[in-house]
């Protein structure tokens, strides 16, 4: 039988909260309990609002809550492997690029949610025609 290996994985950027702690401690307690591996991986992807003061921070809570972990990884050192991985999805048309803003998503989550509706993509950009995608 395989052990398990489980993982908690906070993006450093900011301070952890009560359901990041439980979920810490849950899968560190089942990684105990069954002989597993606990792992500590470092979702710092996000360049702008990573931090390595809130890094310090997420490893000095779990010391103090006694969650020790076996090996820790980091998301940013793993780039390359995703990079890839998208480019596979994108030639075998799995994945597309998207044309809106941030703001233009924005407008559109928020009249879904107004109207009751779930905060789901339309996949606008599938509708796009190439003269259109140049354009943008």
Same mark, same amino acid.
């Given at each position: 039988?395989?052990?398990?290996?489980?993982?908690?994985?906070?993006?450093?950027?900011?301070?952890?909260?009560?359901?990041?702690?439980?979920?810490?401690?849950?899968?560190?307690?089942?990684?105990?309990?069954?002989?597993?591996?606990?792992?500590?991986? &470092?979702?710092?992807?996000?360049?702008?609002?990573?931090?390595?003061?809130?890094? $310090?921070? &997420?490893?000095?809570?779990?010391?103090?809550?006694? &969650?020790?972990?076996?090996?820790?990884?980091?998301?940013?050192?793993?780039?390359? &492997?995703?990079?890839?991985?998208?480019?596979?999805?994108?030639?075998?048309?799995?994945?597309?690029?998207?044309?809106?803003?941030? $703001?233009?998503?924005?407008?559109?989550?928020?009249?879904?949610?107004?109207?009751?509706?779930?905060?789901?993509?339309?996949?606008?950009?599938?509708?796009?025609? $190439?003269?259109?995608?140049?354009?943008?």
């Amino acid at each position: 039988m395989t052990l398990p290996k489980v993982r908690f994985a906070p993006s450093p950027t900011g301070h952890l909260h009560v359901g990041n702690l439980r979920t810490a401690l849950v899968n560190f307690l089942y990684a105990k309990k069954a002989g597993g591996h606990f792992m500590l991986r &470092i979702d710092d992807t996000d360049k702008q609002r990573s931090s390595l003061k809130f890094e $310090e921070s &997420i490893r000095d809570d779990l010391k103090w809550l006694g &969650i020790k972990w076996e090996s820790e990884d980091r998301q940013s050192e793993k780039l390359d &492997i995703y990079n890839k991985a998208l480019e596979r999805l994108i030639q075998n048309g799995r994945a597309y690029p998207c044309y809106e803003t941030q $703001e233009e998503l924005g407008l559109k989550r928020k009249a879904l949610l107004m109207s009751g509706k779930p905060p789901i993509y339309d996949r606008a950009a599938l509708r796009l025609t $190439e003269a259109q995608k140049k354009s943008l």
